[in-house]
């Protein structure tokens, strides 16, 4: 079993955009009632099909597959929910920790998140000087919560 450890923060300024490499992402999700999420993904020119339990601080399982990219097209047309989550993805290396910064588009524009996965829940990194308020335990920043509840309908 594969168990995701990540932490999840707001992006203030820009000054991480010029050293990261960009990929446009589209991704859906198939409607789950247990927080299980059933994620559909295309990346660049990949696609995936994700499966991610429920999250218990920063950690949850997942389990992730490639699937014709093809068959991700039609299950983003057909199977999932709306509206679908269209961001660009920057990837930065710090130090010996992968950044992915999230630039979204669409119902969530203006909303930039930067997500680090980690090695053990309790692994001590430096935060980059264009990091804000972590977020990881707000819901709401979770991509299948964007689906239902876009950023630019966010009162705060």
């Not at 997942?62 to 990837?91: G, H, S, V």
């Not at 692994?123 to 980059?128: A, C, E, F, S, T």
């Amino acid at each position: 079993m594969a168990i995701e450890i990540e932490r999840k923060f707001l992006v203030i300024g820009d000054g991480w955009k010029p050293l990261a490499t960009p990929t446009i992402y589209r991704q859906g999700y198939i409607y789950t009632h247990n927080k299980t999420t059933v994620r559909v993904r295309i990346a660049g020119n990949q696609a995936y099909l994700t499966i991610k339990g429920k999250t218990t601080g920063t950690a949850r399982t997942e389990f992730e597959y490639p699937i014709p990219l093809k068959d991700a097209e039609e299950m983003l047309n057909t199977l999932c929910d709306r509206p679908l989550i269209e961001k660009t993805r920057y990837q930065l290396k710090l130090a010996d920790l992968l950044w992915e910064i999230d630039e979204f588009k669409g119902e969530n524009e203006g909303l930039i998140l930067a997500e680090v996965e980690l090695k053990e829940e309790n692994q001590k990194i430096n935060l980059p000087e264009w990091i804000g308020q972590e977020v990881t335990e707000d819901q709401r920043y979770y991509n299948a919560n964007l689906v239902k509840y876009p950023y630019s309908k966010f009162k705060d």
